[in-house]
């Protein structure tokens, strides 16, 4: 399937549209639950290969749901004018990690 990321952005924007703002933050919990469950089917079925295989396709799913969801979440901020909050509170948990990260490659050089 070929489509370019300008379609798929038109394609979340339009479902957002249609279904408003309730509805797809209900919809954003449910999909985080449906993607938490196929996270855990991934770790307890990851000897059966038969079981993997299915694990692995309900994780691709689930992963595909909830960037949809998000990206209609992010259009919300947009909307309430808390894009560049998100940005800056965004930036602070990516600097955190990094300094966690290397406080760990510290830990493990001594």
Do not use: P, W
Not at 23 to 42: D, F, P, S, Y
Not at 53 to 81: H, P, T
């Amino acid at each position: 399937m070929n489509i370019t990321q300008l379609e798929i952005i038109s394609y979340i924007i339009a479902i957002y549209e249609h279904y408003g703002r309730a509805q797809q933050l209900r919809q954003t919990q449910e999909e985080c639950a449906e993607l938490i469950v196929a996270i855990n089917k991934l770790f307890r079925n990851n000897q059966d290969s038969m079981s993997s295989n299915k694990a692995n396709n309900d994780f691709l799913e689930e992963v595909a749901d909830v960037e949809i969801m998000l990206v209609q979440c992010k259009i919300m901020l947009q909307e309430d004018g808390k894009s560049e909050e998100y940005k800056n509170v965004l930036i602070k948990k990516l600097k955190r990690q990094a300094a966690r990260m290397r406080g760990q490659e510290n830990e493990v050089k001594q």
